[in-house]
């Protein structure tokens, strides 16, 4: 299937022949975060056979840095170094491009993780819970076209790639594939209003974060990026609080 081959060319480092994200591609975002999140639920499962719920949370992390390169990690540590600068948007850009982290973007990468590592043990621990955390990489996505599409219109209509393809009609599609994904979870495990919050409270998190950013530091991939993470973290956040 071209369009979730190019997809997961664009969001993994899965040695795939993809080509530049198309609309086609973009409304598939969500369903290359479910392949993704089901490398996860086979990396928790193997970890709770193995050690338990700790094991599982590494195990976890792990998967998802061989997967994504830890893509949007860097993105957040990149954001977190932009907004520390309290520079004038141009200028907090170009310390957003410096290859080195500085000493906010650490600390902020170093939470986040513990963070997540928290939440997977958490959603691990409960009973047949586990395989929800499956849910947060497909939340995590949709942010990501929904922030494409919300870029400003002239930013739009002169980038290349998924920001151009991110129209009306895709972002509509991508919710669909997102919210078909969330409630046949939700339904399959008995999970449903955990499932449901989890969309609801990952989509507005990453919006609000990425609207302060965007005032802050303007529109690019790294900030867009940041927005999937807190998508995926307050995803598991409220997992965690819904099966436990």
Same mark, same amino acid.
């Given at each position: 299937?071209?369009?979730?081959?190019?997809?997961?060319?664009?969001?993994?480092?899965?040695?795939?022949?993809?080509?530049?994200?198309?609309?086609?591609?973009?409304?598939?975002?969500?369903?290359?975060?479910?392949?993704?999140?089901?490398?996860?639920?086979?990396?928790?499962?193997?970890?709770?056979?193995?050690?338990?719920?700790?094991? #599982?949370? @590494?195990? $976890?992390? *792990?998967?998802? !840095? %061989? =997967?994504? +390169? &830890?893509?949007?990690?860097? /993105?957040?540590?990149?954001?977190?170094?932009?907004?520390?600068?309290?520079?004038?948007?141009?200028?907090?850009?170009?310390?957003?491009?410096?290859?080195?982290?500085?000493?906010?973007?650490?600390? #902020?990468? @170093?939470? $986040?993780? *513990?963070?997540? !590592? %928290? =939440?997977? +043990? &958490?959603?691990?621990?409960? /009973?047949?819970?586990?395989?929800?955390?499956?849910?947060?990489?497909?939340?995590?996505?949709?942010?990501?076209?929904?922030?494409?599409?919300?870029?400003?219109?002239?930013?739009?209509?002169?980038?290349?790639?998924?920001?151009?393809?991110?129209?009306?009609?895709?972002?509509?599609? &991508?919710?669909?594939?997102?919210?078909?994904?969330?409630?046949?979870?939700?339904?399959?495990?008995?999970?449903?209003?955990?499932?449901?919050?989890?969309?609801?409270?990952?989509?507005?998190?990453?919006?609000?974060?990425?609207?302060?950013?965007?005032?802050?530091?303007?529109?690019?991939?790294?900030?867009?990026? &940041?927005?999937?993470?807190?998508?995926?973290?307050?995803?598991?956040?409220?997992?965690?609080?819904?099966?436990?």
């Amino acid at each position: 299937m071209p369009p979730l081959r190019d997809a997961l060319g664009f969001l993994t480092v899965l040695p795939l022949k993809a080509g530049p994200p198309t609309r086609g591609a973009v409304v598939l975002f969500p369903a290359a975060g479910l392949v993704i999140g089901l490398a996860w639920t086979g990396a928790a499962w193997l970890g709770l056979h193995i050690g338990g719920p700790l094991v #599982a949370a @590494g195990l $976890v992390l *792990l998967i998802d !840095f %061989a =997967l994504t +390169g &830890a893509l949007h990690l860097d /993105g957040l540590a990149d954001t977190a170094d932009g907004l520390a600068s309290h520079r004038p948007p141009e200028e907090a850009r170009e310390v957003m491009k410096d290859p080195r982290v500085g000493a906010v973007g650490a600390a #902020a990468l @170093g939470t $986040v993780l *513990l963070l997540r !590592f %928290a =939440l997977v +043990g &958490a959603v691990a621990a409960v /009973g047949q819970g586990w395989w929800m955390i499956a849910l947060a990489p497909v939340i995590g996505r949709f942010a990501l076209v929904w922030q494409l599409h919300r870029s400003a219109p002239r930013e739009r209509s002169v980038a290349k790639g998924p920001a151009a393809a991110a129209t009306l009609p895709v972002t509509v599609a &991508a919710a669909l594939v997102t919210v078909a994904v969330v409630a046949a979870a939700g339904a399959l495990s008995g999970f449903g209003w955990p499932a449901g919050l989890a969309l609801t409270a990952g989509t507005a998190a990453a919006h609000l974060a990425y609207q302060r950013w965007r005032r802050r530091l303007g529109t690019g991939g790294d900030t867009i990026g &940041a927005s999937g993470i807190v998508a995926e973290t307050v995803a598991l956040a409220s997992l965690a609080l819904g099966v436990s």
